[in-house]
């Protein structure tokens, strides 16, 4: 084929032309008296595969959180996932825009691998902001070949117990393993299974005998089995109130903490540093999935964005909706009152630090 | 290709064996063991295909696998001019790797089609063009607004302070 | 029971979801042909339209679009050796070779049929299945999962054609690197190298990429040749390959029956299911020579069980509320959404979605082959062009494609450190599929191994029956291929029927 100088240049004027939209389009923005987040697009960063609890819940409450922030933004979810969260966060720590429209969600998990200062995870939470956070609290339940009616059949199955967990250093089986000692029984961890639903489902098989999960698939999927009778839910976490006692969680309301379990089966309060170890995971668990901002962004728009998600958890419809998709009433702990509980945890000393590892 | 290749990539994979071995001593034991028992026997094996591939030369299998069986290269094709236009494709490939570093997959794709279908394989301006404007559309329709992607921002914007 | 499965049926062909169901499948057709797009993202575009839904319009769209990924996903594997999705990796054996044998067509025509098939066996299957779903689930523990895997492991004796030595070693060395990144029992860092991308391990979408893709294109583009290296006249058509899947059909039975079996177990993915269905047709087929050189029944084998796994996969899902891959969490996510409890109720209360579900799986399955025949007998035409004008684009798509997994630059290293080292492999005239294999099956044995022997304290679990079952069947298959492979060389070439010969 053979072409004119005339095809020749419509050619070239088609790719410049193609370009050019291309450059426009990114850097389209109008700027007026409206609301800074009218007409923009917020990036909330999750630093897991779509799918886990953290990426669901992301993708549930940013749906919701839009309506409340002046100026009704889009809110896009996007997984960066890699380090078990160091990627995401240092990202967010270092790299990501201070503009207030990159955000990042934390699981209860990334907060304990950055005290126990895994690989990669040099990030600094008191340097961002934390603008609120979801408050979970893991559930232990026992199998049906344990063979507990009551809580203190419990007693009887020391040496029997065989837990199953996703891998080493998850929240869950941190604290289910620091419960079992604190309990005085023992116990067997397997790890290894790539999700507390497939944990659950050897749990099921009779594989292993006791495993955990979270708030946010209690009602859903724990519960349900306990009604069929293939599994006795002993305890949950629990969550530090305002007053920084432990309380249960509010999706919750019928299940007792691990403190009331050892008052129940020993007659007084737990104390020691295994104590004060289960306690530091309950307090990142008050902390749950949380929603962070990178350093240095302006003020006003972090109000904007606390503002807003405590409009939405006030809002009976976004409870409402809760209760229908995460199984249960989800409350936020906002702005510096998060940043109490995750103080508290960091202050932690070191003989109960190590109890992590 | 050549003999000479086969008993390279051995080589490799003896040598790959090996530092999976060194580097897992250190390991706890539940974290060792699988290492160790896949890395010996590899070990193990490499060697046996050393002694026959050194000793034993006819037995040797030549080519491949079902799975894309291959007639080799220089059957048809002489290998001079094999090697040629092989280092030329691994550095095209190079070269939209390069590029997508310096300047992102959205200035690099649409840039590295435009000039390989230009300079490489001598088609038209109006061809090499229109599939240059394919490949940006495909960027911007499907990956930017349908999947909104992230793409990393090249080294070049960077230093130009975009 | 028989009502809600006409109910539903009414439901399904009312206007509306018949017109969900329709997008559902071009999307997901759309999705599936594109690499490194798929099912899981299909599932996240559409999932913020799903709270607006009623369940069973929810039910048609989702269904709808992942049941054709996996067929859609044949079109860049057989063309371009690029698998759309990881359950197109085993497609590529004899699909990509047809298609350089001129018979991308015909490959096309056989594929979509036994998808198809497949896929309306496995919607089958679960429907049969509802009422025993607890026991087929609950019957597969951890050590039956890593008998499975060592299953699968001995299929690198039929992948690596007559270098079964170089197999091995290429097949150990994919295990080993399948175990880069942490360690879930111990929490040790296993050859990162200070990167937090390899955390995760290496991804296999981008390592297979590297794997089959980039050789391919760097010889086709040596050669300087179409990527069908024949005269026009013999091409081969779409009808030609219905009729092969029609002419296999127990094949498609058989691998359809490995799919839903192998979908319904939580812990194996779709990789797995491709890869066990080829191995499977290797080593059940006669004579063995013609595959991996465009043998018709490779690409029939694979692509049966692919489609047909979705319904198996759907078991545990909806019966446990227990996803076995993450195409099914963000299913089960939308569950949650249109507030249906997976569990019994499925099958009491919710039953009409249940068929819904059913129904959706078969229609999805006939609309998607209605849909590809016609097009991709077009496509099939992109197999005469020059290579040098496909060339940049393929290239490009083998990047944008890889990257798309983590979106990290990690992921084009993975692409180019597995492409070169695949070269490498090529130009040796080393089996490459046991590299992939090996890369897929290694997690599932190094996890189910350790779990066993901890869950079971030592090595009891491997008197259970069902690992004793496993090894049997294992044992069997391979002196069966043996000794059927002793008889064949002295059995005349012709006497097979619908062998590849006549071709």
């Known amino acids: 084929m053979h072409f004119t100088v005339v095809q020749k240049r419509l050619a070239w004027a088609v790719v410049l032309g193609g370009l050019l939209v291309l450059t426009t389009l990114a850097g389209s923005a109008s700027a007026a008296d409206k609301p800074f987040y009218s007409g923009k697009t917020i990036r909330v960063i999750v630093p897991f595969s779509p799918g886990g609890g953290t990426d669901n819940y992301a993708r549930f409450a940013s749906r919701h959180w839009v309506k409340y922030i002046p100026g009704n933004p889009k809110i896009l979810v996007q997984n960066m996932p890699g380090g078990g969260g160091a990627l995401t966060f240092g990202y967010l720590y270092s790299k990501a825009s201070r503009d207030g429209l990159t955000l990042g969600v934390a699981s209860e998990g990334i907060p304990v691998r950055r005290l126990l200062r895994r690989p990669g995870h040099t990030y600094k939470f008191t340097e961002m902001s934390l603008i609120a956070s979801a408050p979970s609290s893991t559930t232990h339940f026992a199998g049906k070949s344990l063979d507990i009616k009551e809580l203190k059949d419990l007693k009887k199955t020391s040496g029997k117990i065989v837990a199953g967990d996703t891998q080493k250093g998850s929240t869950v089986a941190i604290v289910s393993g620091l419960i079992f000692e604190l309990l005085g029984l023992e116990y067997r961890q397997v790890y290894g299974y790539s999700s507390y639903g497939e944990a659950r489902l050897a749990l099921l098989k009779g594989e292993v005998n006791m495993t955990g999960g979270d708030a946010f698939n209690y009602a859903l999927v724990v519960k349900p089995l306990e009604e069929k009778g293939e599994v006795t839910i002993l305890f949950q976490s629990g969550l530090l109130d305002s007053k920084g006692n432990v309380a249960r969680h509010p999706a919750m309301p019928h299940l007792r903490t691990v403190r009331e379990g050892f008052v129940e089966l020993f007659g007084k309060e737990p104390s020691g540093t295994v104590w004060e170890a289960i306690k530091g995971i309950i307090a990142v668990n008050t902390l749950g999935k949380s929603v962070w901002a990178p350093p240095g962004v302006p003020e006003a728009r972090i109000r904007d964005l606390e503002d807003g998600f405590r409009k939405m958890v006030a809002d009976p419809a976004f409870q409402a909706d809760a209760v229908k998709v995460m199984g249960g009433k989800n409350d936020a702990v906002i702005g510096k009152d998060a940043q109490a509980a995750l103080k508290q945890f960091f202050g932690l000393p070191e003989d109960v630090v190590k109890l992590y590892r | 290709m050549k003999p000479s290749v086969g008993r390279g990539l051995n080589l490799f994979m003896a040598g790959l064996f090996v530092a999976a071995i060194l580097s897992a001593t250190e390991w706890p034991v539940h974290s060792r063991a699988f290492v160790m028992a896949i890395a010996f026997p590899g070990l193990l094996l490499t060697v046996v295909l050393f002694v026959r591939q050194r000793w034993w030369p006819g037995t040797e299998a030549t080519a491949a696998s079902p799975g894309l069986g291959d007639t080799p290269l220089d059957a048809d094709l002489p290998p001079a001019l094999a090697r040629r236009r092989m280092v030329n494709v691994f550095g095209w490939i190079f070269a939209l790797f390069g590029l997508i570093w310096l300047a992102g997959f959205e200035i690099a794709v649409p840039l590295f089609t435009f000039g390989y279908l230009r300079f490489q394989a001598r088609e038209s301006l109006v061809v090499s063009g229109l599939a240059a404007v394919v490949m940006v559309a495909l960027i911007v329709g499907v990956f930017n607004w349908i999947l909104h992607v992230l793409w990393p921002q090249g080294m070049l914007q960077g230093w130009l302070g975009l | ?503």
Request: proline fraction near 6%.
């Open chain 3, 1 to 503: 029971m028989l009502e809600s499965l006409l109910t539903a049926l009414g439901v399904i062909f009312s206007p509306y979801h018949l017109l969900l169901l329709f997008l559902g499948v071009l999307l997901g057709i759309l999705l599936g042909a594109v690499p490194g797009l798929g099912g899981i993202v299909g599932l996240t575009i559409v999932l913020p339209f799903v709270f607006e839904m009623s369940p069973s319009e929810a039910m048609v769209l989702l269904v709808g679009l992942v049941a054709v990924v996996t067929s859609s996903d044949s079109i860049p594997a057989v063309l371009f050796a690029v698998p759309g999705t990881a359950a197109a990796q085993a497609t590529i054996m004899d699909g990509h070779p047809m298609a350089k044998k001129g018979e991308a067509g015909r490959a096309f025509g056989a594929i979509y049929s036994a998808s198809m098939m497949g896929g309306v066996f496995g919607a089958l299957a679960l429907l049969l299945a509802i009422p025993i779903m607890r026991p087929l689930v609950l019957s597969v523990g951890s050590p039956e999962l890593f008998m499975l895997g060592i299953v699968g492991i001995s299929m690198v004796g039929v992948l690596s054609g007559r270098a079964p030595l170089q197999g091995l070693i290429a097949g150990m060395a994919g295990v080993l690197a399948s175990m880069v990144g942490m360690d879930p029992q111990t929490g040790v860092l296993r050859w990162t190298f200070g990167a937090l991308y390899l955390w995760e391990g290496l991804p296999l979408v981008p390592a297979v990429m590297g794997v089959f893709g980039i050789p391919e294109i760097v010889e086709m583009v040596i050669r300087r040749r179409s990527i069908a290296d024949v005269p026009r006249h013999a091409i081969k058509g779409i009808l030609v390959g219905i009729g092969d899947t029609f002419r296999h059909w127990f094949l498609v039975l058989r691998c359809s029956v490995l799919g839903t079996w192998i979908g319904l177990i939580p812990g194996l993915g779709s990789d797995v299911v491709d890869w066990f269905a080829y191995g499977h047709t290797v080593q059940s087929s006669r004579p063995r020579e013609s595959f991996g050189k465009g043998d018709v029944r490779g690409v029939i084998g694979p692509e049966s069980a692919a489609n047909a796994k979705l319904g198996g996969s759907l078991i545990p899902t909806i019966a446990f509320g227990i996803p076995g891959s993450l195409q099914m969490i963000i299913l089960l996510g939308a569950f949650m959404i249109l507030g249906l409890r997976p569990g019994p109720e499925m099958l009491t209360d919710n039953l009409d979605v249940t068929f819904t579900i059913v129904w959706s799986l078969v229609l999805a399955n006939v609309f998607g082959t209605l849909i590809l025949l016609p097009l991709t007998g077009q496509l099939a035409k992109l197999a005469l062009v020059r290579i040098q004008v496909l060339a940049p684009v393929i290239i490009s798509i083998l990047f944008l494609a890889s990257f798309l997994t983590t979106r990290d630059y990690g992921d084009l290293i993975v692409l180019i450190g597995f492409g070169l080292f695949a070269w490498v492999m090529k130009l040796a005239g080393w089996p490459r599929p046991p590299l992939v294999l090996g890369l897929v099956l290694g997690p599932i044995i190094g996890k189910y191994l350790f779990i066993s022997t901890h869950a079971y304290n030592g090595f009891g679990w491997l008197a259970r029956p069902g690992v004793i079952l496993l090894f049997l069947a294992m044992v069997a298959s391979v002196a069966f291929g043996l000794v059927r492979e002793r008889r064949g060389e002295t059995a005349p070439e012709g006497s097979v029927a619908g062998g590849p010969h006549e071709a």
